[in-house]
């Protein structure tokens, strides 16, 4: 995972992004796979870092950019 140590978030926003990210790793088929879930966690990061605070649109970008990672 990339560092976001410098990322600061209030709680209100942790809890966004905590719904988000759930909501992402339940839409997925099982057994759904820890790198998976470590890159929709980055990409749910780094866009509410870039301001957005939309549940849904946070879910949607990070399965979009799952979607564009190149497979083994």
């Known amino acids: 995972m990339k560092n ?4 600061e978030f209030s709680p209100e926003v942790i ?3 905590t719904g988000a990210l759930e909501a992402a790793v339940a839409s997925l088929p099982e057994p759904v796979q820890a ?6 966690a ?3 990061l780094r866009t509410a870092a870039a301001g957005e605070r ?3 649109n946070l879910q949607r970008i990070a399965l979009m950019e ?3 990672v190149p497979r083994e």
Not at 4 to 7: E, H, L, M, R
Request: aromatic content about 4%; cysteine-free; overall charge negative.
């Open 4 to 7: 976001f140590s410098n990322a």
């Open 15 to 17: 809890a966004i992004m």
């Open 35 to 40: 790198s998976h879930v470590n890159m929709l």
């Open 42 to 44: 980055e990409s749910i």
């Open 54 to 56: 939309n549940v849904a």
């Open 66 to 68: 799952l979607q564009l």
